[in-house]
């Protein structure tokens, strides 16, 4: 929204090229957050899938054990991926502090705070399908990854909050 009122405006027409690129980059975000739904919606069905399979012989044992850790890991791939792109709103974020209508600035907050809220929930779900997993490669991967988005998350609300704290007091 910041950013399609700042591309519009006659007055930002120094910021209108950064405005439309975040505009895209945005909807693009929008988009991949939308299919982040149905893919995690899939991988909890390969979990709920791979529960059902039958346990009787010691081969279906080995079967299932192998297709419930199969499907954990792309239980836990499809919220890291979520959480990944909570963090690319955060910077969208930070960076359309830049477009300079500090009137909007609440706004910003608002988002950042959606990505920082998303983000926590995604890594909640990370965290909760690696705690069911063996792959410990594969869990200290994912886990570094998921740190990183956190770290980098952190940093980029913090300065919009501060920012965003700044323009409410020159207000």
Same mark, same amino acid.
């Given at each position: 929204m910041?950013?399609?009122?700042?591309?519009?405006?006659?007055?930002?027409? @120094?910021?209108?090229?950064?405005a439309? @690129?975040? !505009?895209?980059?945005?909807?693009?975000?929008?988009?991949?957050? !939308?299919?982040?739904?149905?893919? @995690?919606?899939?991988?909890?069905?390969?979990?709920?899938?791979a529960?059902?399979?039958?346990?009787?012989t010691p081969?279906?044992?080995?079967a299932r054990?192998?297709?419930?850790?199969?499907?954990?890991?792309?239980a836990?791939?499809?919220? !890291?991926?979520?959480?990944?792109?909570?963090?690319?709103?955060?910077?969208?974020?930070?960076?359309?502090?830049a477009?300079?209508?500090?009137?909007l600035?609440?706004?910003?907050?608002?988002a950042?705070?959606?990505?920082?809220?998303?983000?926590?929930?995604?890594?909640?779900?990370?965290?909760?399908?690696?705690?069911y997993m063996?792959?410990?490669?594969?869990?200290?991967?994912?886990t570094?990854?998921?740190?990183?988005?956190?770290r980098e998350?952190?940093?980029?609300?913090?300065?919009?909050?501060?920012?965003?704290?700044?323009?409410f007091?020159?207000?």
């Open positions: 910041v950013a399609r009122i700042v591309a519009s405006n006659p007055k930002y027409a @120094d910021r209108h090229d950064l439309n @690129d975040l !505009l895209a980059k945005a909807e693009k975000l929008r988009q991949r957050s !939308l299919a982040a739904r149905h893919e @995690d919606e899939r991988a909890y069905g390969l979990v709920v899938a529960t059902g399979l039958p346990k009787s081969e279906e044992k080995t054990v192998t297709a419930l850790q199969s499907a954990f890991a792309q836990a791939t499809a919220p !890291l991926a979520a959480a990944e792109d909570a963090k690319l709103i955060a910077t969208l974020a930070e960076r359309a502090l477009l300079g209508n500090a009137h600035f609440g706004d910003l907050g608002t950042a705070e959606f990505a920082s809220a998303a983000l926590a929930s995604a890594a909640m779900n990370v965290r909760g399908n690696h705690s063996k792959d410990r490669a594969l869990i200290e991967k994912q570094a990854l998921l740190e990183r988005y956190e998350c952190a940093s980029l609300v913090a300065r919009v909050r501060f920012e965003v704290s700044r323009a007091a020159r207000t």
